[in-house]
């Protein structure tokens, strides 16, 4: 007679061997016990890998999920037709059936959910915790979801189909101050429609944002099926330009599933410092998590000053956006203020002339804004900040040979390990702001010299 743990051996080896069965395609997984009880929901992109690696013998669970093992006796599993919506597909199972290992999410209210605020005017599309908060109310909320990670990736993937806002602006139509707005570099990458700026009117942002919510509901085969009656329909009676945003709608749908997460590089890329941060989104985090932002970051702009031997002193700004470099946002500017050898007095001409317009509310800041040097060059620039009336979310400076960042509002610098994604982040737009300079300044110095 085989004892227990034979038993439990004998059981994992045969739900390996059915896991091994399983497609490749996204799913979601359901883990049930001897009674048909479900015990655990899980979201995969690969159903095969993802369910295979439950059941092999070094499998470690952490000390949450590893009792769950000796429960298993059957799996089943959903296939989808995309990442995303396995993602919807898991969150919906997970509130309905309430699995015992899913229950520590259900309890615990720091779990993301997304919220559409349908009672805006323009509704922004935001990632919360807290889908309870006042500023949800009326909104359209999903979830709770399990990873905030896939989620963010979900939200920006689909944000270039859909072009919804996710800034937390308060806009209203017709607004006069609209006109004299400038719209985020989200816009300028196609991924906004900027009704910040009155880029778009009320009834189209709203008809976009009711066909997002009408995707994150439908299958996608099926949505596209509806998409291209839609667009034939609106070609017939001649409405040419609808008929031309579903015909863009569905080729960026289609082609959601051809991206590499790691390495995308859009036309608007400069690809040739991409290698500056093999993994954007992991330096990301990283630099939100050591930063302490509540919000995920999405644009970064970095400054730097430039000079030699007493000629020309210029300043350069480069914008990275999702972890890459977009060049459309360089800047370079000739400094007119400062002499040669006074680089503070340089980067507080810098950033006046550059964030003028949001210091006035005219536009929004990026999400951090990286300063190239040490302790002295960050007060520079934070002395700039105060004349202006809005300030800054985040201002940091990189310092060199150490390595260490200072932060606004804090005392003593952060000194992160060498290999840690967030400083190969900071390095990558300290290294690329020094570039741009030093290649302005090499320049001005040849004109100089044509010119004797």
Known sequence: MSSPSDQIFENIANLAAQARALPTTPGVYLLKDDKDVVL??????????????????SVDLGPRKQPMLK????????ECES????????????????????????????????????RDDFPGVFITRTPGDPQYKGAKVFGPFT??????????????????????????AEDPKNYSFRPCLLHAINQCTAPCANKITKDDYRRDIKDFTRFLNSKRSVMLREMRKEMDEASEIRQYERAAVLRDQIKAIEKLDDRDKKARIDSKWQPEVTVFAADPSEGLQSLQKILGIDEAIRCLEAIDIAHLQGGETVGSKVCFIDGRPFKDGYRRYKIKTASASDDYMAIREVVSRRYRDAGDGNELYPDVILIDGGLGQLHAALEAFEQLEMKPPMVISLAKKEELIYVQQRSKPIKLGRENAGLKLCQAMRDEAHRFAQHYHHILRRKATLDE
Not at 40 to 57: C, D, E, Q, T
Not at 97 to 108: C, E, I, S, T, V
Not at 147 to 172: F, G, N, P
């Open 40 to 57: 655990y929901i899980g979201k995969a992109n690969s159903l095969k890998n993802r369910v295979g690696s439950y059941f092999v013998p």
């Open 71 to 78: 429960h298993i006796v059957d799996f089943d599993v959903i």
């Open 83 to 118: 990442e995303w919506e396995a993602l919807l597909t898991e969150a919906r199972l997970i509130k309905d059936l309430r699995p015992r290992f899913n229950a520590m999410m259900l309890d615990d209210r720091t779990f993301p959910y997304l919220a559409i605020t349908m």
């Open 147 to 172: 990873s905030v990670t896939a989620m963010r990736e979900s939200v920006q993937l689909l944000q270039r189909v859909y072009k919804y806002r996710t800034c937390t602006l308060d806009i209203k």
